[in-house]
T-cell receptor
Framework: DQQVKQNSPSLSVQEGRISILNCDYT??????FLWYKKYPAEGPTFLIS?????DKNEDGRFTVFLNKSAKHLSLHIVPSQPGDSAVYFC????????????FGKGTLLTVNP | GAGVSQTPSNKVTEKGKYVELRCDPI?????LYWYRQSLGQGPEFLIY????????DSGLPNDRFFAVRPEGSVSTLKIQRTERGDSAVYLC????????????FGEGSRLTVL
């Protein structure tokens, strides 16, 4: 069973607009959440994280929102740029074991010029 | 380069054969991880090393899979009696031992079992 779900396989956005990528989780033990970005033929790269004690974390154009009651998190990219086109993976961990990440299937973001 | 290096980048083998995949972590990183990404899926945890020892091998799917890191740097993932279902991209990652979840991944080794 998928404990981390990214229900949108793909998303297309115009350059300069906001990209919103969504992620749901089922395991209530998850207390740390991360987003990774992956370009073709490269390994995933860490983007941003959030602890369950927070509901928002911001880093430049990237903001992650966490809604614990809904078991939902989202990644906002504003403004979107063509170089943001990649697969975005949501990941989660539990109990301080932040090496043991459970990943979603990913969402392919395409930012059109 | 300064990143995680994995060899081979591609490996094609026949069912039943033995395979070794190598990972050179970033210099100074004490923690090393192996993940596996099957087609259409996200990466899946296999094993975590802190130094030379396997701190958590709970993700290894069965006893055909084994990994070592004898000197606390380079690691080798070994797969015996390969099966078609083992076909995947095997990702290695490393980090400083802070357990932040910020892993530095290599490009992966794509294994195809015919």
């Amino acid at each position: 069973d998928q404990q981390v779900k990214q229900n949108s396989p793909s998303l297309s956005v115009q350059e300069g607009r906001i990209s919103i990528l969504n992620c749901d989780y089922t395991n209530s033990m998850f207390d740390y959440f991360l987003w990774y970005k992956k370009y073709p033929a490269e390994g995933p790269t860490f983007l941003i994280s959030i602890s369950s004690i927070k509901d928002k974390n911001e880093d430049g154009r990237f903001t992650v929102f966490l809604n614990k009651s809904a078991k939902h998190l989202s990644l906002h990219i504003v403004p979107s740029q063509p170089g943001d086109s990649a697969v975005y993976f949501c990941a989660a961990s539990a109990g301080g074991s932040n090496y043991k990440l459970t990943f979603g299937k990913g969402t392919l973001l395409t930012v059109n010029p | 380069g300064a990143g995680v290096s994995q060899t081979p980048s591609n490996k094609v083998t026949e069912k039943g054969k033995y395979v070794e995949l190598r990972c050179d972590p970033i210099s100074g990183h004490t923690a090393l991880y192996w993940y596996r990404q099957s087609l259409g899926q996200g990466p899946e945890f296999l094993i975590y090393f802190q130094g030379t020892g396997a701190a958590d091998d709970s993700g290894l799917p069965n006893d055909r899979f084994f990994a070592v890191r004898p000197e606390g740097s380079v690691s080798t993932l070994k797969i015996q009696r390969t099966e078609r279902g083992d076909s995947a991209v095997y990702l290695c990652a490393s980090s400083f031992g802070q357990n932040t979840g910020e892993l530095f991944f290599g490009e992966g080794s794509r294994l195809t079992v015919l």
